[in-house]
């Protein structure tokens, strides 16, 4: 595109899409997946997690249109590390910022895919979580009560409000 009356071009933007072939995935009985992982990536607005920008229906396929990771997944990060693993501190940072997910439990969303492949790495270091086919959403959001309590034993926990 061309400068014009109409304003400057934007500089070059990469973008991820994921494409299904929803006749296998119904052929499979895994179209609920698709359908759920598509109402929980609409629903996401947290920096470790994905933006879904577009999604569209081509024929048989399903495609969502995301956020691009150049910096791969964990799994591919960690082998290519001097004896295929992270620094401690390396490994406290990204530990840290995939228990920041909590995001998820906050909007009633279950993570059921933890695992270093689905943990991509964004151009800026941070992480971000992936494919979330195996996601739940549940209807009732729990209410966490922010007291300490202890079942006696010494150990502590956090109760939930009834």
């Known amino acids: 595109m061309n400068?014009?009356?109409a304003g400057m071009p934007e500089q070059q933007c990469f973008y991820a899409m994921k494409v299904v072939d929803r006749e296998a995935l119904a052929m499979r009985k895994k179209l609920q997946r698709a359908e759920m992982e598509?109402?929980?990536?609409?629903?996401?607005?947290?920096?470790f997690l994905p933006t879904l920008y577009a999604e569209f229906d081509v024929s048989h396929y399903s495609c969502l249109v995301m956020e691009f990771c150049p910096g791969g997944d964990l799994y591919a990060a960690r082998l290519r590390r001097p004896c295929k693993s992270f620094s401690i501190s390396t490994a406290k940072f990204y530990a840290a910022e995939v228990i920041l997910a909590e995001y998820l439990h906050m909007m009633g969303i279950i993570y059921g895919d933890l695992k270093p492949e689905n943990v991509l790495v964004r151009e800026d270091g941070h992480i971000m979580l992936s494919d979330f086919d195996l996601s739940l959403k549940?209807?009732?959001?729990?209410?966490?009560?922010?007291?300490?309590n202890s079942d006696g034993n010494g150990t502590y926990y956090f109760s939930p409000i009834t």
């Open 3 to 5: 400068p014009g009356a």
């Open 38 to 47: 598509k109402e929980i990536l609409g629903m996401l607005d947290h920096p």
């Open 138 to 148: 549940c209807d009732v959001v729990p209410n966490w009560d922010m007291r300490w």
